[in-house]
């Protein structure tokens, strides 16, 4: 932010004070081909596509937080790579709090008509909590899957990172989320062109919580008026 101070007539002093940058306001998402996220040998298929750093929001910790969005005719894969140096994860359960530990998170609003959209979250426990949330002017509560089994599962891997010594250096998060998962929303699935609102964040709790955003928000991650958009190329 830059302040403009008025000494004399005529004289202006630029006095530059601290902010926060924060990504652009849109992102265009690569087309692929499906691939299986769980296997080892996937490198390949992120090839070509570009990192999307966040940016710290709150906290201590300045670890480099990025992710990939790619998407396909049956649905939406991202990655993300999480520098880090103590993994804070216990839960063993999905669909269990764990946003209170380590994780990432993805908001994807792809009607703004409806005040209504799908969040996906995976811990370095390879532990998933993918929720459907209303949100009614800030009153807002998630819903789980029904039927959630076969074509409508997500596909998921967490792998945390050592060097040579065994300290951990970090966490890499892939998933999977199959449009028929999404259904009924609409614009889904999306084609060429289309645009969905979305949000991308990580919690980490080495010395207490340190979150990072793609898009800023005010009182929490569900702030979805604040989203950025993603384009569909």
């Not at 994780?103 to 459907?132: G, H, K, M, Q, R």
Request: aromatic share 16%.
């Amino acid at each position: 932010m830059i302040r403009l101070k008025t000494l004399l007539p005529g004289l202006v002093i630029l006095t530059l004070l601290p902010f926060k940058i924060f990504g652009q306001d849109e992102w265009h998402v690569r087309r692929c081909s499906d691939f299986d996220v769980t296997r080892a040998e996937i490198q390949d298929y992120w090839e070509g596509t570009p990192w999307l750093t966040l940016t710290r929001s709150d906290g201590h910790m300045n670890y480099a937080t990025r992710l990939k969005i790619q998407y396909s005719e049956s649905g939406i894969y991202m990655l993300y790579q999480c520098e880090d140096s103590a993994i804070t994860a216990t839960m063993k359960e999905d669909f269990m709090d764990i946003y209170k530990e380590d994780v990432v998170e993805a908001f994807f609003w792809t009607d703004t008509t409806v005040p209504l959209y799908f969040e996906y979250e995976l811990s370095p426990l390879n532990v998933e909590l993918p929720i459907l949330v209303p949100n009614h002017e800030g009153t807002f509560f998630g819903w789980r899957p029904w039927h959630y089994e076969g074509d409508r599962r997500t596909q998921h891997t967490a792998i945390v990172q050592r060097n040579n010594s065994g300290q951990v250096t970090g966490w890499s998060a892939a998933f999977f989320i199959p449009y028929k998962l999404l259904k009924p929303l609409q614009q889904v699935p999306p084609k060429k062109g289309t645009q969905w609102r979305a949000n991308f964040y990580r919690i980490d709790y080495d010395k207490g919580a340190t979150e990072w955003s793609w898009k800023p928000v005010r009182e929490n991650f569900h702030d979805y008026r604040r989203f950025g958009t993603i384009i569909f190329d």
